[in-house]
């Protein structure tokens, strides 16, 4: 498909478990957002790559939560030992351009994780 | 960082146009407004964006007060279909190299027949 992909799209973990989130982006996208969005909330920013690097990974909320994006395209958010306030949707989008802000991101339709 | 403030609920009857304010008083001059929505279950849609100037496209327009405080975005013929959370953001412009969006709790927007 020609739109974000995001794996799986539900996921149940017991608490201490670890899980991880995988997304394709759109081929050729160089940006790629993770987001957490909570129930009845609106998505907060956890981390953004250009490529491979990392650039920014101020919203992740722990040491727990980790994000990569080796080649440069699909990325995996793992999330060890899971806790209930970690229970979330976790969007994935991305974006064409480098350098360019003003881009529209583009959204997978989410992993919904729950902890036990 | 200060979010965008949005009325929490709003609702508008089918085919009429539905105007969705949004306040962002402490908006940056290189911050851009962008607006998405999110239908339920399915990840946000961008809709438009614009710096200091009314845009338009296929979807909905948006007005930006001179002032830049604050703005509308304008459904002109709203469906069934866009019942949804529009969300208004700010995002800084293509001179800083944090691409974040800044998301709000947005608001509800409920097409009644």
């Known amino acids: 498909g020609a739109g974000v992909s995001q794996s799986p799209r539900y996921k149940v973990a017991k608490r201490g478990q670890d899980v991880a989130l995988r997304c394709d982006p759109i081929s050729g996208h160089v940006s790629l957002f993770w987001y957490q969005q909570a129930l009845g909330q609106g998505p907060e920013f956890l981390t953004y790559f250009q490529n491979e690097a990392q650039l920014d990974k101020s919203g992740l909320p722990s040491d727990r939560f980790f994000a990569e994006r080796p080649e440069g395209s699909v990325s995996t958010l793992k999330i060890q030992r899971t806790q209930q306030e970690d229970s979330a949707v976790y969007l994935c989008?991305?974006?064409?351009?480098?350098?360019?802000?003003?881009?529209?991101?583009?959204f997978g339709p989410g992993t919904r994780l729950t902890v036990l | 960082d200060a979010k965008t403030t949005q009325p929490p609920s709003m609702d508008c009857a089918e085919g009429r146009a539905a105007n969705l304010p949004c306040n962002h008083s402490?908006?940056?001059?290189?911050?851009?407004v962008y607006w998405y929505r999110q239908i339920h279950s399915q990840g946000p849609q961008y809709i438009i964006h614009?710096?200091?100037?009314?845009e338009t496209n296929e979807m909905a327009s948006l007005i930006i007060t001179e002032d830049r405080k604050s703005s509308t975005l304008i459904l002109p013929h709203a469906t069934l279909r866009d019942t949804a959370v529009y969300y208004c953001m700010r995002q800084r412009g293509p001179m800083d190299s944090n691409y974040q969006l800044i998301w709000g709790a947005g608001t509800k927007l409920i097409i009644k027949p």
């Open positions: 614009g710096l200091k100037n009314n």
């Open positions: 402490t908006i940056s001059g290189n911050e851009y």
């Open positions: 989008a991305s974006s064409g351009i480098a350098g360019v802000a003003y881009n529209e991101q583009f």
